[in-house]
């Protein structure tokens, strides 16, 4: 079954709106999460660390103004992309942690500014 | 962690072995080899790591040479569906073997499996 839950899947928004994102951890206990951005053609770029009860770690280049990150709980990360505009068009996915040493990915989230 | 090169694409025919190189030439002694795979418009999917031996799991073979300077993942019957972009990245892990710092993606291998 799934590890890792993200939602929403897929999101159409308007320039200037907020959309958050949910990246939840079903089967264990995540101190960190991880958040990637993929555009077209692309490989995946990580944005930012999620720290559970701290601040997010954000990649060079990475806005942490636009790119708010809430790791509230041990099983939930969530990413609010503010104000977003067209070029945040992306694939938007969240890594957890697992056991055995392996770390899974969510299903991802396609963001689509209008 | 240690870069990866792999080739840009390969291409193989369906029921036949997949076999996927990575080259990871400055592999320290404690970084595994992960590979994971992403097809279209999905998060990637972990397929298998390994840190020295030989790993086999119901998704596929991973082969380490003795130097861990390059491996091969095997995919033993391709289908249609296995059809995606293949990362390799090392990553490096403590002796407890437990890990959850972050991947580093190349650009991987597109693997095209065709009739």
């Known amino acids: 079954g799934a590890v890792v839950s993200q939602h929403p899947s897929w999101v159409i928004c308007k320039s200037g709106t907020s959309v958050k994102i949910e990246c939840r951890s079903l089967d264990f206990q995540a101190t960190t999460m991880f958040w990637y951005r993929q555009f077209p053609k692309q490989s995946l770029m990580l944005m930012a660390t999620s720290n559970e009860g701290s601040k997010a770690t954000y990649e060079q280049g990475v806005e942490k103004d636009k790119f708010l990150i809430n790791h509230a709980s041990l099983t939930l990360s969530t990413l609010t992309v503010t104000s977003a505009h067209p070029e945040d068009s992306s694939f938007y996915i969240c890594?957890?942690?697992?056991?055995?040493?392996?770390?899974?990915f969510g299903a991802g989230t396609r963001l689509s500014v209008l | 962690d240690a870069k990866t090169t792999q080739p840009p694409s390969m291409d193989c025919a369906e029921g036949r072995a997949a076999n996927l190189p990575c080259n990871h030439s400055?592999?320290?002694?404690?970084?595994?080899v992960y590979w994971y795979r992403q097809i279209h418009s999905q998060g990637p999917q972990y397929i298998i790591h390994?840190?020295?031996n030989n790993e086999t799991n119901e998704m596929a073979s991973l082969i380490i040479t003795e130097d861990r300077k390059s491996s091969t993942l095997i995919l033993p019957h391709a289908t249609l569906r296995d059809t995606a972009v293949y990362y390799c990245i090392a990553k490096l892990s403590n002796a407890g073997g437990t890990s959850y710092g972050k991947l580093t993606f190349g650009q991987g291998t597109i693997l095209t499996v065709h009739p």
């Open positions: 390994g840190l020295k």
């Open positions: 890594l957890v942690g697992g056991v055995g040493n392996i770390q899974y």
């Open positions: 400055t592999i320290s002694g404690n970084e595994y």
